[in-house]
């Protein structure tokens, strides 16, 4: 699907309906934010509002306002409904029997008789008239809520709001913003509209806190690329609200376990670098898992502090081993020349230009990392143009005056910086004369004739000896 709406038509959508389904994607610091923060102002304003996610909200973010209103399935999604029609009859009394392998509903009339035909059998979902995914780039990031429930999805309007770059349009609305550094940076607007029109306060200090979490995590705490003006804007507004930065900060960024500690310890002394691809990265695995005791949730940030490691890198990667034969992989583009969207892309994933994420199924931890590699090796190949004469030159930039036809003189290789090496070393010798014969012609005077390496350094030392004489003539 695609069809793209803006922020006034999902105004209008939410307005309308009156039994709304958050969806949030597996949860992280915008996700999160942006589910409850509409949670709580849709509430207020009278709509019946359920937050589902099969995952479990991670420890670092328990801290947030109204988490335990997150559900962890459908309420209704295991029911299963035996109907009795009383049209032929009243019920006097009912009661159940559990016998092995089965149960007995009896259920005994006042007066008449029931039959088969008066039972009916339902396994209902909720009645919801809109679902609201936030934040996700794809279903399959809604995980069993989605597998479980497609019928659901199939037959409930869905407003798909995100920012990421690679969304599959998958909703019957989509509201995107790929400029925005998150998604609750969207909503900011949205909510502060309908705040503005109620009577009553919607946004106070919990809803204004669960939107600045999404800003500030998606944009680590305002360092990373993605922090725009607008970003600042958005956020100086919800610190006019009463949003806790300082709660933010001190849970998300300066709150860590020893298990964590020890996690990053080990993750961060596993760094490779490969210059030739400007890769730097590092792995999680169960086994790092087990013995620091720690949870794969303890890994958020570390993608970070590998960037702060990495000045030189253009491609920065964290490889997770979630489950045996399940690995996901976290990119950043700490520089200016990769867009990791495009190499999550090649390995099924998707992002931003310098963030996104990818999932590789049925692999071994070996298999999937090569796979990552190879891709990463083979996207920025492509970017630098690498090729086997071009690798390790000393002044890559240089341009040459070829030589004239007629020279005795081999043409210079791409770039010249055979001819300077070649030079250089043999002024290093004691065979002065044998140096000035033999050195290197590359440039070439105004008359068309050559001269030397050896003759220009001269006529160089004899100008700067010309203007000191000349400096010293002035002072006097």
Do not use: C
Not at 228 to 240: I, N
Not at 301 to 319: H, R, T
């Amino acid at each position: 699907m695609n069809n793209k709406i803006n922020q006034d038509q999902a105004l209008k959508l939410i307005r309308e309906a009156k039994n709304i389904l958050i969806a949030p994607s597996s949860p992280d610091g915008d996700s999160i934010g942006s589910a409850l923060a509409l949670m709580l102002v849709l509430r207020r304003l009278g709509k019946q509002i359920s937050v589902v996610s099969t995952n479990e909200v991670p420890d670092y973010l328990q801290f947030l306002p109204f988490t335990d209103e997150i559900e962890p399935e459908l309420a209704s999604g295991k029911d299963f409904i035996i109907s009795l029609s009383t049209e032929n009859a009243d019920v006097d009394h009912l009661k159940y029997e559990v016998q092995p392998g089965r149960i007995n509903i009896i259920v005994t009339p006042k007066n008449g008789q029931f039959g088969g035909h008066d039972i009916s059998f339902n396994n209902p979902s909720a009645n919801f008239d809109l679902i609201i995914s936030v934040d996700t780039g794809d279903l399959v990031q809604l995980g069993a809520l989605y597998s479980e429930n497609k019928s659901l999805f199939e037959n409930t309007p869905m407003l798909n709001i995100d920012h990421h770059a690679s969304n599959g349009h998958f909703g019957d609305y989509n509201w995107l913003d790929f400029s925005v550094a998150a998604t609750t940076q969207m909503l900011t607007p949205l909510i502060f509209q309908l705040d503005a029109e109620s009577d009553e306060m919607l946004v106070d200090e919990d809803v204004a806190t669960l939107l600045l979490v999404g800003i500030v995590t998606d944009t680590g705490s305002f360092q990373h690329s993605n922090t725009s003006p607008e970003a600042f804007e958005v956020a100086a507004d919800l610190l006019e609200k009463g949003a806790r930065q300082q709660e933010i900060i001190k849970n998300i960024f300066k709150t860590k376990s020893l298990e964590t500690l020890k996690l990053w310890g080990r993750v961060l002394s596993k760094i490779s670098y490969l210059p030739e691809s400007k890769l730097v990265y590092s792995t999680v695995t169960l086994e790092d898992i087990a013995d620091t005791g720690a949870t794969m949730d303890d890994t958020g940030g570390i993608i970070d502090e590998l960037m702060s490691n990495a000045p030189d890198a253009e491609v920065v990667m964290l490889l997770k081993e979630k489950e045996p034969g399940f690995i996901g992989g976290s990119l950043r583009a700490p520089g200016k020349l990769a867009d990791v969207s495009e190499i999550a892309g090649m390995i099924g994933g998707g992002g931003h230009k310098k963030a996104a994420g990818f999932r590789i199924r049925d692999k071994s931890f070996e298999e999937a990392k090569i796979i990552a590699i190879d891709a990463i090796r083979t996207y920025m190949n492509d970017k630098q143009g690498v090729t086997e004469e071009s690798e390790g030159k000393m002044f890559p930039g240089l341009v040459v005056k070829p030589a004239k036809a007629q020279s005795s003189i081999p043409a210079p290789s791409p770039g010249g910086e055979d001819m300077l090496l070649q030079d250089f070393r043999k002024r290093k010798t004691p065979e002065e004369e044998r140096v000035q014969d033999m050195s290197v012609k590359f440039f070439q005077d105004t008359d068309g004739q050559d001269k030397t390496v050896g003759e220009v350094l001269q006529e160089m030392n004899q100008d700067n000896s010309d203007n000191t004489d000349s400096s010293m003539s002035a002072s006097v």
